[in-house]
Each structure stands twice: as structure tokens, then as C-alpha cells.
């Protein structure tokens, strides 16, 4: 089991390529391996994506159980609930990677552009999602890339970042070297996982 952010990294790129091959090997998804994760866990990566049905980790890093600690929500918008997990998987499981994952054709992150571009919200609470995807829209537009991909990029990198802001916890873990923060962009198309963002020793920043 990967120790380290970068062997860490390795690992998912390594079942991502299995995966656009599609000479996928399923691991850990037997009984022994149920057996193992009984009364414990040690993933070695916690994956922060979006909620998209496209864009199922397990499947696309072709990874079994106890492989992953995954979080998921619209557009990966991030909260204290989900800072509360992530803090979880880095204080407690000790997990060694953070990956923030953005796709293209993100349906949250068109919904922001829409309503960037009309000036209408959306009702109830989609309005919540819309309101904390905006500004990385908006920087995307100031800094002259207009697509839906280049905003998906710039709103992965945002959140990526931000959690680094907000908690102290992961904050020190990268500090010292523990875990890395990472920024990955999906391509639908191909299946491809593209590193956009990363921050930690093992990972200079990109972009």
C-alpha cells in the first residue's frame, strides 16, 4: 500500500492507465480483502470529486475496497462538512494524498456560468452551490479563458487551494511533508486523469 503522496499519485495513475486500456485488474473486491477492512481501514488517497455518475473513482482509478477514502458533491464544492472529512482521513487514517477532482461538462460548474453570464440564480439551495462556485468563474473570465473546461480547471485548483487555507490540519501535514494536495482534471472522452495542481514537497505547484 502506497506511504508516500508520490507513490501515492503513481498508484492512481498507474490504475487510470489500466482503465483507458481497459485491462482493468478489479483489485481488492474478494472476500479475503472484506475480510481484512473488518475492523479497519488505511486508504491510501482520499478523492474529493464531484458528484457527477461519470465520474465514479473506484472505477476510473480501477481501485477495490479500503483503496480510497471518497468525498463527494456537486462541482466539488467544498464546506466544513467536507473539511471535516478530509481532516478525518489526514489526522486520523493517516492518508498520504488528497486529490480535488473536476471533470469537463460539469454540470454545476455550467449552471455558474449560466448564471454568471444571465444574472439569475438558481432557486433553493442549487443557489448555495452556484453562490460558492462563482468566484472561480469569474477569475477564470479575468484571466481570458472563457470555456467550460478552463473554468472547471481554474474552480479545481481554487478548491485545492482552499482547503489548504481553511485547515490547519492539512495545512501541517503538507507542511511537514506527510500529504500532498493535488488538483486532477477528467476528461470524459478519453478517460483520462490530468494532473493540474499540486502543493507539497512531493509536488511542485502547476498552473
Not at 480510497?68 to 458533491?73: G, L
Not at 482521513?89 to 473536476?102: E, S, W
Request: with cysteine; proline share 4%.
Amino acid at each position: 500500500m502506497p506511504k508516500t503522496p508520490q507513490d501515492a499519485w503513481q498508484r492512481l495513475k498507474d490504475g487510470n492507465e489500466r482503465f483507458i486500456a481497459g485491462e482493468t485488474l478489479h483489485p481488492h473486491q474478494d472476500a479475503q480483502r472484506r475480510k481484512e477492512l473488518e475492523h479497519k481501514q488505511k486508504p491510501f488517497a482520499v478523492i474529493f470529486g464531484c458528484s457527477d455518475s461519470r465520474l465514479a473513482a473506484e472505477i476510473i482509478f480501477d481501485l477495490g475496497l479500503g483503496d480510497a477514502f471518497v468525498i463527494r458533491t456537486a462541482g466539488q464544492v467544498i464546506d466544513n462538512a467536507v473539511l471535516g472529512t478530509l481532516e478525518y482521513a489526514i489526522d486520523v487514517l493517516g492518508t498520504p494524498l488528497i486529490m480535488v477532482l473536476g471533470h469537463d461538462s460539469c454540470g454545476a460548474v455550467t449552471a455558474t456560468k449560466n448564471a454568471v453570464d444571465s444574472g439569475e440564480l438558481p432557486r433553493g439551495f442549487q443557489r448555495d452551490l452556484v453562490e460558492r462556485i462563482t468566484p472561480s468563474v469569474l477569475e477564470s473570465k479575468r484571466k481570458g479563458l472563457d470555456t467550460l473546461s478552463d473554468m472547471v480547471v481554474e474552480h479545481t485548483k481554487q478548491t485545492a487551494a482552499r482547503m489548504l487555507d481553511q485547515s490547519r490540519s492539512i495545512a501541517a501535514a503538507v507542511s511537514k511533508g506527510d500529504a500532498a494536495v493535488i488538483g486532477v482534471f477528467y476528461h470524459l472522452d478519453a478517460g483520462k486523469a490530468e494532473l493540474v495542481y499540486g502543493h507539497g514537497p512531493w509536488f511542485p505547484e502547476r498552473g
